[in-house]
T-cell receptor
Framework: GQQVMQIPQYQHVQEGEDFTTYCNSS?????IQWYKQRPGGHPVFLIQ?????EVKKQKRLTFQFGEAKKNSSLHITATQTTDVGTYFC??????????FGKGTKLSVKP | NAGVMQNPRHLVRRRGQEARLRCSPM?????VYWYRQLPEEGLKFMVY????????ESGMPKERFSAEFPKEGPSILRIQQVVRGDSAAYFC???????????????FGQGTRLTVV
């Protein structure tokens, strides 16, 4: 079945350093979504990318969708302690279900 | 517009008991998804429902687990004869009745933390 893979699983950074998480799908995606889950919280939608090669920015966050629509990345510039949490990418499966990667857990040392 | 409501937030059950988890989607949403999350792990898809229909249950164990989304009332995830391995956070998400659900986001509830003792 369709799989969505994310690396790395964990990332520890010093506050102010940059952070990147990568997402790869076993199949071409119609779109890709990114979610953030704070410790003890629930996933919250961040953004959706639809077009091949699309790049979107939200303040210090930059999201990219690969040309082949099979991979994506999330880059955070100059991390802050408020960025702590797990970042998930997700793609829609053929049956209409939303399939999540295993996530990248980000910890930020002040 | 209230968000996705899940209850209870925390549920403790003894081995062999039944667990019932409820999810009320956002107003106007007719698509519901259930996910299971083990500690320090990702979100594992379980089941996708629309009103009165199970669309995809490929992620749900064949035994002891069932889900429904009736015409009236919340969606229910039911786990019979719970075992310790069922301990996890169960999240429900909903999305609107867009003709193409692939172009919309999913809104998550706060989850039910199930502990089996």
């Amino acid at each position: 079945g369709q799989q969505v893979m994310q690396i790395p699983q964990y990332q520890h950074v010093q506050e102010g350093e940059d952070f990147t998480t990568y997402c790869n799908s076993s199949t071409t995606l119609s779109n890709i979504q990114w979610y953030k889950q704070r410790p003890g919280g629930h996933p919250v939608f961040l953004i959706q990318l639809v077009k091949s090669g699309e790049v979107k920015k939200q303040k210090r966050l930059t999201f990219q969708f690969g040309e082949a629509k099979k991979n994506s990345s999330l880059h955070i510039t100059a991390t802050q302690t408020t960025d702590v949490g797990t970042y998930f990418c997700a793609g829609w499966g053929s049956q209409g279900n939303l399939i999540f990667g295993k996530g990248t857990k980000l910890s930020v040392k002040p | 517009n209230a968000g996705v409501m899940q209850n209870p937030r925390h549920l403790v059950r003894r081995r062999g008991q039944e667990a019932r988890l409820r999810c009320s989607p956002m107003k106007g949403h007719s698509h519901v998804y259930w996910y299971r999350q083990l500690p320090e792990e990702g979100l594992k898809f379980m089941v996708y429902l629309q009103k009165e229909n199970i669309i995809d249950e490929s992620g749900m164990p064949k035994e002891r687990f069932s889900a429904e989304f009736p015409k009236e009332g919340p969606s229910i995830l039911r786990i019979q004869q719970v075992v310790r391995g069922d301990s996890a956070a169960y999240f429900c998400a909903s999305s609107p009745p867009n003709p193409d659900p692939r172009v919309t986001e999913a809104f998550f509830g706060q989850g039910t933390r199930l502990t089996v003792v």
